[in-house]
């Protein structure tokens, strides 16, 4: 292998490049590769467990103007601003008055709409008063407490706060306890004084359980003092938190005094134009990027359930959390350490500073300027800048990363408020979210979601692309986000993109995926929807070129009707099941999936059982098991059994029955044949363990030949037929097998055309066109339950499980009413108008359904009426039935003259199935067990001995009320289907088309570049042989060995050293390396490993391929491009 992989003429080539990387792959679609399941969806700890405000605050001032406290010896100079403004410039009493007035405007500026009271050095009464006020009227919000004790002693030791006493001669103590009490929680408390970490540790000392909600923000620790520089406010801890634009610039400014901006002085600081609240102007901008800048390096830094509590929860402790940042970075360069509760990391020194850095540098380099109004004011490109930077990140690879995450998420949020940025942003964020789950729960922890949400309303459609993929990747983690939609309307903005042609179908793909996610499991969704007309634009596109969007399409109206009665009648009003059964034979089998899907939920969504009801749910029952039974995809099949279910559930007391009748017939057939072995199913059919042969009028037939026998045991299990008198026989076609071949593997559609079926204008006159009376129907519940038995042994352990639960079930309670002694009352008591049954699908005269329902009745007819081509050719060797009836045309009949014409009476008999619990008894049927009776006893013991199947109802079963009424509305499903939960991964699932071109570094495109490297070495190995091998050697003989079978198909590995040879029933794998033989059954698996005489060689070298097996055969599955 050395030797020939060194041969290679350049394996340094780029391998994606090489036609064989383009070549058809099979069995790597997730169908195929992963299990049927969805992904566990996002728990919501993104979302708010609760949104607190901040409604009050207590505005606390003990300055005692003009007088100094006794432990505190100021310099001189000293810092003497409050709220830079000087206290000593007027009375001490005005001025008191006007700082606390300059207070309440700094905190309005981060939340004008709370309610502020002032305490101005006040006595511990005030204080109690004003607190207990405040709590009072906030109820459950939250309260700020601000103390100024710039006036006052330190706190003591005990962590004591000092107010003054009425006459101020004394300062009084105020405990930290009695505060806690006044305030309750949630609060909030700011302590701007010396030795301010002492009031929080003593907090935390006697702070109850529920206090856990309280913030702290403290000037400076327990062992410091407070900076008393002239160039500084007195009160630094309050400008930082309430004024912090301007304290950074004033302090940058003291920083850089010998920098480029001398010029610049403190006294321009005031005169910059704009206000914070417009991003257009100077201040305003700097306002938006210092927010974001405080915002990433709090994401950076801090876990992410207390970076929502701090950032996210409420806006004005969010505002005090951002400028507490700077505080930190300023104060700490006048040896002052801030103090918090919670305790945040240490920030002062985060790369994100510098970048702040930069942009005061450029604001104050042309300050002068824009002042003096001699250029005008240059938006920062900070933000472009940083898009920049996310937009590096995110062309690097990462695949390997589980939760990917990115420090610039919280600038990305900030960009979307600017429509300079906002597109590009959107990009941005889109393709972050393509890298998986953990990028899209980072999005929404970050606080994407309400941003997301507002840019709904723009009808910009530049943005719609972006915005739907987002959307797409929300939805797909956390359906919860429909609420939101649903609420503020929002799903108008989606349902406006699907129907319009105009766009891709991959945008209407993603539209109708978020539509789908909508109406799922959401009552007022599907109001909505339904009000919208999302049924119509479905139904619109349903046969649009694009596989993805017809399954979408097909599931959203499937869960836009599910356990919704009024859109289900909306979709028969536009014949919505018809046009689903047009994508039944659908090329996707995902499509055909969702197809089956939608009329499952179609079935599901009735709550009353009317006739007009029951007939539309038979004919798509039977639909369903005529084109579905053997498909070939899994996938398909596991959906045919939870569709059918529901029919299974709405008419329960028919399908008791015939499980009853069963029994009791089988149970006379072995007392007369003394016990011989009938083969296990519903009804019985033939002798001994023959199958019977299929009759029109009680002809019987002979067995098959020797040759023929296996064909004939497998087509009595998975073939069951039904039987009529022969006074309906000249009026019905062929009685309907269920053995039809697995047409989607050989592309032929084996559906008989039902266009001969006459329209006529009352579903009443339908049954009659046959000649037949309308019991004709009790044939549905045999077919849909011998359906049930044939996929109960279907080689897939999956669809068999799901099956054999549903039969278990209804075994159950067949037992249960045959063991109840009223078992015979409740049949003589059973003759019930059948207009009035919910089980009987027959109108009244005065009934005057929609012309559509006799194309339902067709499908009913046509699914009794097929018979498949492979007992057409075992027939052969059997006395044929009654030719030539499928063509007869049924005679067009008025509803007057079809209502009164007698009508013929149909018997049923029931024919051979075989509920088999084993996958491998298909392959085996001589092994069916001797008598029915025996396994049903003893599954029926499993049965009521085991704990109900956890979907299973808990009503108790009674036959004859079954038969009166629908169970269907109050039952859960028995089995639960994944499929739409599977779907939604295709959303979930990292995408990295934006990443790397070439190929990621994962195994499997190691493994595949391996490969790849190896054909090209083979071939340029295989074409210097070809010019000086001597053709005839290709004519010798290599080798001889012998098989256990007739050889039908050979297939030689074009590169590997193997050799598979197909016979009838087997087949087998031969090895190169040894002289073994490793036999394979198509259902058991691997049968024998034998040795041979004889090995394989030369295989690999001259390439030599004999025979066609391909994938395709072997799997029925659709092909796609590596680069797909």
Excluded at 87 to 101: A, D, M, R, Y
Excluded at 331 to 349: A, E, F, G, I, N
Excluded at 950 to 963: G, K, M, Q
Aim: hydrophobic content about 35%; charged content about 20%; aromatic content about 8%.
């Amino acid at each position: 292998m050395d030797a020939v992989l060194a041969s290679t003429i350049d394996i340094l080539e780029d391998v994606v490049k090489l036609p064989d990387w383009q070549q058809e792959l099979a069995f790597t679609e997730s169908r195929h590769t992963e299990a049927i399941t969805g992904l566990q969806l996002a728990d919501g700890s993104w979302r708010l467990k609760e949104r607190v405000r901040t409604v009050s605050v207590a505005l606390v001032l003990c300055l005692n103007v003009g007088v100094d406290p006794p432990d505190v010896v100021k310099i001189e100079p000293a810092a003497h601003l409050e709220c830079w403004f000087d206290p000593l410039s007027e009375e001490p009493q005005k001025s008191i008055e006007h700082i606390s007035v300059q207070l309440e405007k700094q905190y309005e500026q981060w939340h004008s709409r709370a309610r502020y009271k002032k305490c101005l050095d006040p006595t511990v009464d005030e204080v109690k008063r004003l607190c207990t006020s405040l709590r009072r009227y906030s109820k459950e919000d939250r309260v700020l407490f601000h103390y100024n004790g710039h006036g006052v002693p330190r706190p003591t030791q005990n962590g004591e706060i000092w107010v003054f006493n009425e006459k101020y001669t004394q300062y009084i103590p105020l405990a930290i306890y009695d505060l806690q009490q006044w305030m309750g929680a949630p609060s909030i408390y700011v302590f701007d004084c010396s030795c301010a970490g002492s009031i929080v540790d003593s907090f935390l000392e006697f702070a109850k359980q529920n206090y856990e909600n309280c913030f702290h923000l403290a000037a400076c620790e327990a062992h410091q003092i407070l900076p008393m520089q002239p160039d500084l406010p007195a009160d630094l801890f309050t400008s930082c938190l309430t004024t912090p634009i301007k304290m950074a610039l004033r302090w940058f400014i003291q920083k850089n005094d010998s920098g480029l901006i001398s010029k610049v002085t403190l006294d321009l600081v005031d005169k910059i134009p704009g206000s914070l609240g417009d991003r257009r102007t100077m201040l305003g901008e700097l306002n938006w990027i210092f927010t974001a800048i405080t915002d990433t390096i709090a994401w950076d830094v801090l876990p992410r359930d207390l970076f929502q509590r701090l950032y996210r929860q409420d806006l004005l402790v969010a505002s005090l959390f951002r400028n507490f940042l700077l505080a930190d970075r300023i104060m700490r360069t006048y040896d002052c350490t801030p103090v918090s509760h919670p305790k945040l990391p240490k920030t002062y020194h985060h790369p994100m500073w510098r970048a702040w850095d930069m942009v005061v540098d450029l604001c104050l380099s042309q300050l002068l300027d824009v002042i003096e109004e001699r250029a005008p004011f240059r938006t920062s490109t900070f933000f472009a800048e940083q898009l920049t930077a996310f937009e590096v990140w995110l062309d690097m690879d990462h695949s390997s990363d589980q939760q990917p995450d990115h420090q610039l998420l919280p600038i990305i949020l900030q960009v979307l408020l600017s429509p300079v940025h906002r597109l590009r942003a959107l990009d941005l964020l889109s393709r972050f979210l393509n890298l998986g789950p953990g990028a899209v729960n980072s999005a929404l922890s970050v606080g994407i979601f309400p941003y997301i949400l507002k840019l709904l309303q723009s009808n910009a459609r530049e943005v719609r692309p972006f915005l739907l993929s987002i959307w797409a990747k929300i939805l797909a983690i956390d359906r919860r986000c429909q609420v939101d939609l649903v609420r503020d309307h929002y799903h108008r903005y989606f349902l406006t993109i699907l129907s319009d042609g105009s766009y891709d179908a991959h945008y209407r793909t993603m539209a109708a995926f978020v539509l789908t996610c909508i109406v799922r499991d959401y009552p007022l969704g599907q109001e909505v929807a339904y009000q919208a007309n999302l049924i119509a634009f479905c139904l619109e596109q349903l046969d649009d070129p694009d596989p993805m969007l017809r399954k979408w399409l097909a599931i959203c109206l499937g869960c836009s009707w599910d356990n919704y009665e009024d859109a289900r009648w909306c979709g028969v009003r536009s014949c919505a099941h018809e046009k689903l059964y047009t994508i039944l034979d659908d090329a996707d089998p995902e499509v055909r999936a969702a197809s089956v899907y939608a009329l499952g939920t179609f079935i599901n969504s009735s709550n009353e059982r009317t006739d007009h009801a029951n007939t539309i749910d038979h004919s798509i029952g039977m639909k369903l098991v005529s084109s579905s039974l053997y498909d070939s995809s899994v996938l398909v099949r596991h959906e045919l059994v939870v569709s059918l279910q529901y029919l299974v559930l709405a008419f329960e007391g028919q399908f008791v029955k015939l499980e009853q009748a069963a029994r009791e017939e089988e149970q006379k057939q072995n007392g007369s044949s003394g016990g011989g072995g009938g083969a296990p199913g519903v009804g019985a059919g033939g002798n001994g363990g023959e199958p019977a042969a299929t009759t029109m009028g009680g002809g019987g037939g002979t067995p098959p030949s020797v040759g023929s026998q296996r064909q004939a045991h497998t087509s009595g299990f998975l073939s069951p037929t039904i039987q009529v008198s022969r006074s309906i026989s000249k009026n019905i076609t062929r009685s309907h097998e269920l053995s039809q071949p697995p047409y989607h593997l050989q592309g032929v559609n084996l559906g008989i055309s039902t266009n001969h079926i006459p329209r006529v204008n009352s579903l009443t006159a339908i049954p009659l066109l046959f000649g037949v009376s309308s019991k004709i129907v009790s044939n549905v519940y045999h077919v849909i339950w011998k359906a049930m038995y044939t996929l109960a042994a279907d080689p897939h352990p999956r669809v068999s499980t799901a099956a054999q639960i549903i039969i278990d079930e209804i075994r159950s309670r067949s037992y249960q009413g045959m063991s109840n002694e009223s078992l015979k009352e409740s049949k003589s008591n059973s003759s019930i108008s059948e207009s009035s049954s919910p089980n009987t699908a027959t109108f009244s005269i005065s009934e005057s359904p929609p012309s559509i329902a006799t194309k339902q009745q067709q499908s009913c007819d046509t699914a009794i009426n097929q018979q498949p081509q492979q007992h057409q050719q075992q027939s052969k060797q059997q006395p044929q039935p009654q030719q030539n009836v499928s063509s007869t045309t049924a005679t067009t009949t008025t509803p007057t003259t079809t209502t009164t014409a007698p009508v013929a009476t149909a018997t049923t008999t029931t024919a051979t199935i075989t509920p088999n619990n084993s996958v491998h008894s298909i392959s085996k049927p001589q092994q069916v067990p001797t008598t029915r009776i025996k396994r049903i006893t003893k599954s029926v013991d499993v049965v009521i001995n085991r704990p109900k199947h956890r979907y299973a109802s808990s009503r108790e079963h009674n036959a004859s009320e079954d038969d009166n009424k629908s169970n269907m509305s109050s039952q859960r499903p028995l089995i639960p289907t994944e499929f739409v939960d599977w779907c939604t991964k295709y959303f979930v699932e990292p995408d990295n088309s934006y990443t790397s071109a070439r190929f990621s570094n994962s195994k499997e495109d190691q493994q595949r570049e391996w490969r790849m490297l190896r054909v090209l070495s083979y071939r340029n190995v295989c074409l210097r042989e070809l010019m000086i091998i001597d053709p005839a050697r290709f004519n010798e003989t290599v080798s001889n060995y012998k098989i256990q079978q007739v050889p039908n198909l050979v297939a030689v590995h074009p590169y590997d050293p193997i050799m598979i040879v197909a016979g009838k029933d087997e087949f087998s794998v031969l090895h190169s390396n040894g002289p073994h033989v490793n036999n394979y059954d198509y259902n058991s698996g691997l049968i024998s490993s034998v040795s041979s005489s004889a090995h394989i060689s030369q295989m690999g070298g001259a390439g030599v391929s004999n025979g066609g097996l391909n994938s395709s055969t072997l799997a029925g599955s659709n092909h796609h491009h590596h680069h797909h």
